[in-house]
């Protein structure tokens, strides 16, 4: 598969990551043997970016993969390790506590701690805040930052859906550069083409990455608002694109994604071997400046 290197010179990574989100399904046996293979498709393909979250599976993921990487000794070395956190669900810790996001210095630490034990790694090679906290003190959190570099559990740093604005305000006071800015990225929501999000990973030499980026597609988006109609022209350009390429629909969304120059990476986060092999296809499909134009031009119904 295809590299890039995250950032301007951080880790070497597959072009398309791998999302553990759903990596622990219902917990049943039969979950737990999907996901196994999953992973072990993933990285058989090429794949070496997992990406995690504290609150995936309220941590059961985090455990699944640290189950994996200790049956496959030797595998950590050759792979980027993400994990998430700033999301706090109700009534975590105490009865009546409100869902909010927290990105003091005191919870980043702790949960950094705790998805290091669930991965059984001693540290992370990336760290990304999952929302932006409207009461983070952004001092506050860069002195996080300087505290688990210096310790050793995290090796670089990123963000999650944060605007421009937010990006600027935390480089302003970090001692280390944001090497990702993760946000949703799809046939549906477009919108990172023209809030800057997209031109500001380019100009500071930040990596996007795609959040659902089937949304729209294999499945609805997040608050969907696009019309029967906008909807069947999608899917009428993607089937029309995908016969002349010769391959599965969903390559072409991918390539769509990978084709701007931001050189963004779609996060996939599917448990079928299948998807996997196609996702990691699309990386080389030779997806042209046309086609793009055609399928964004499908969706508007008309070019703006």
Request: glycine share 8%; charged share 20%; proline share 5%.
């Amino acid at each position: 598969m295809n590299t890039i290197t995250i950032g301007r010179d951080g880790p070497t990574s597959s072009r398309i990551v791998h999302g553990c989100m759903r990596l622990s399904g219902d917990g049943s046996r039969e979950a737990h043997r999907k996901a196994m293979t999953a992973l072990e498709t993933a990285v058989e393909s090429g794949i070496n970016h997992f990406d995690h979250a504290d609150i995936y599976g309220n941590g059961s993921c985090e455990m699944l993969f640290g189950e994996f990487l200790t049956s496959n000794p030797g595998l950590r070395d050759n792979l980027i390790i993400t994990s998430k956190c700033g999301i706090r669900s109700s009534d975590m810790p105490q009865k009546g506590d409100p869902r909010r996001y927290d990105l003091s210095a005191s919870h980043i630490i702790n949960s950094v701690d705790g998805s290091l034990r669930r991965l059984r790694i001693e540290r992370l090679d990336i760290l990304l805040l999952h929302r932006p906290d409207h009461l983070m003190d952004p001092g506050e959190t860069a002195g996080a930052f300087e505290r688990l570099h210096n310790a050793g559990k995290v090796s670089h740093f990123g963000v999650s859906n944060f605007s421009t604005s937010q990006v600027n305000m935390l480089l302003k006071y970090s001692s280390y550069p944001l090497l990702i800015n993760q946000v949703e990225f799809n046939i549906h929501r477009i919108s990172p083409l023209n809030d800057g999000i997209l031109d500001q990973c380019i100009e500071k030499d930040i990596s996007p990455q795609s959040w659902c980026p089937m949304g729209g597609v294999a499945y609805p988006a997040w608050g969907n608002t696009l019309t029967e109609h906008q909807t069947g022209l999608i899917h009428a350009e993607l089937e029309a694109q995908a016969e002349r390429y010769e391959c599965d629909k969903s390559m072409i969304i991918l390539a769509w994604i990978l084709r701007h120059p931001a050189r963004i990476l779609p996060i996939t986060g599917t448990m079928s071997p299948d998807r996997i092999r196609n996702a990691v296809n699309s990386v080389d499909l030779p997806y042209s400046r046309n086609d793009w134009y055609s399928l964004l031009d499908a969706r508007a119904g008309s070019l703006p």
